[in-house]
Nanobody, 131 residues
Framework: QLQLVESGGGLVQAGGSLRLSCAAS????????MGWFRQAPGKEREFVAG????????YYGHIVKGRFTLSRDNAKNTVYLQMSSLKPEDTAVYYC????????????????????????WGQGTQVTVAS
């Protein structure tokens, strides 16, 4: 099993910044992609960003590209989502997720954007952007 613990959410004013962290423990050797999704009330879960453990290729949802930056520290099995220029519409619960090696994310980069490609999920952290 693999466990994910998110931290760093909170309340911020529009235009401000926050940094989310996600630490993985357990069978971390199986990690292929670590990613972030978000879900606002009444809306579907949407892809925010993802990063491959090997090579560090990053992927961003179009709604956050240019404002959010995802980075990793493989030694700590941790990824960091730096969020800048936050908007009220960024308000959501943000979930960390892991896609294991051998899954669709390994041979189809397009699947990285799809929540079904992920095997493990964190409990979520609330981000609220006040206008």
């Amino acid at each position: 099993q693999l466990q994910l613990v998110e931290s760093g959410g909170g309340l911020v004013q529009a235009g401000g910044s926050l940094r989310l962290s996600c630490a993985a423990s357990g069978r971390t050797f199986s990690i292929d992609v670590m990613g972030w999704f978000r879900q606002a009330p009444g809306k579907e879960r949407e892809f925010v960003a993802g990063i491959r453990r090997s090579g560090g290729s990053t992927y961003y949802g179009h709604i956050v590209k240019g404002r959010f930056t995802l980075s990793r520290d493989n030694a700590k099995n941790t990824v960091y989502l730096q969020m800048s220029s936050l908007k009220p519409e960024d308000t959501a619960v943000y979930y960390c997720a892991v896609a294991e090696e051998g899954g669709p994310a390994g041979y189809d980069s397009g699947s990285i954007y799809y929540y079904g490609a992920y095997d493990y999920w964190g409990q979520g952290t609330q981000v609220t952007v006040a206008s």
